[in-house]
Antibody, heavy 121, light 111 residues
Framework: QVQLQESGPGLVKPSETLSLICTVS????????WSWIRQSPGKGLEWIGY???????NYNPSLKSRATMSVDTSQKQFSLKLSSVTAADTAMYYC???????????????WGQGTLVTVSS | QSVLTQPPSVSGAPGQRGTISCTGS?????????VHWYQQFPGTAPKLLIF???NRPSGVPDRFSGSKSGTSASLAITGLQAEDEADYYC???????????FGGGTKLTVL
């Protein structure tokens, strides 16, 4: 059974960069797309972006190029960096495996437990 | 305000049928994109409940079913049980926003 685990600082100062890592266990990181999704009381669930196992990325345009994702297949990890954070970026951040039943029709079949990130000075 | 609109809450008595709607537009559900549904209990991550409009992953009871028509989709739960009390979210793709989008979530209460 595939399991995902997020890790990273729970507190980030405004204008700094949020950095999170997701570790995959119990399955292969190859041949899948891996996403970051966040959930906040004000904005609900929001897809941030995905990365394919060989590095191809796609980001939510609403993040205005602040998001950067990378993957380390040897460690079975992928990461998220979100720059110039504000209080609006305070949320529970989830990593998830993305699956497509049809080309481009992605959904999220395995999720990490989530990590709460607060942006505050 | 989410791109996909769900009622904030629905309720039903044990054994009854519950339905949760998800209303979109011509750039998402109406464009024919698949709708997926997730179940979330307090303090836990969302769990995939329905994918590709009306398919259940292994382990999801057949009391849960999905449907889609025009710019809307629905999640139906037959034989409501107390353990079904949770938040439910729909998800699809929006070709105008060029991103995968979620509904605002619906809290199901089993009376």
């Amino acid at each position: 059974q595939v399991q995902l685990q997020e890790s990273g600082p729970g507190l980030v100062k405004p204008s700094e960069t949020l950095s999170l890592i997701c570790t995959v266990s119990g399955g292969s990181i190859s041949s899948y797309y891996w996403s970051w999704i966040r959930q906040s009381p004000g904005k609900g669930l929001e897809w941030i972006g995905y990365i394919y196992f060989f590095g191809r990325t796609n980001y939510n345009p609403s993040l205005k190029s602040r998001a950067t994702m990378s993957v380390d297949t040897s460690q079975k990890q992928f990461s998220l960096k979100l720059s110039s954070v504000t209080a609006a970026d305070t949320a529970m951040y989830y990593c998830a495996r993305s699956i497509a039943a049809r080309p481009g029709e992605y959904f999220f079949d395995h999720w990490g437990q989530g990590t709460l990130v607060t942006v505050s000075s | 305000q989410s791109v996909l609109t769900q009622p904030p809450s629905v309720s039903g008595a044990p054994g009854q049928r519950g339905t949760i709607s998800c209303t979109g537009s011509s750039s998402n559900i109406g464009a024919g994109y698949d709708v997926h549904w997730y179940q979330q209990f307090p303090g836990t991550a969302p769990k995939l409940l329905i994918f590709g409009d009306n398919n259940r992953p292994s382990g999801v009871p057949d009391r849960f079913s999905g449907s889609k028509s025009g710019t809307s989709a629905s999640l139906a739960i037959t034989g409501l049980q107390a353990e079904d009390e949770a938040d439910y979210y729909c998800q699809s793709y929006d070709n105008s926003l060029r991103t995968w989008v979620f509904g605002g979530g619906t809290k199901l209460t089993v009376l």
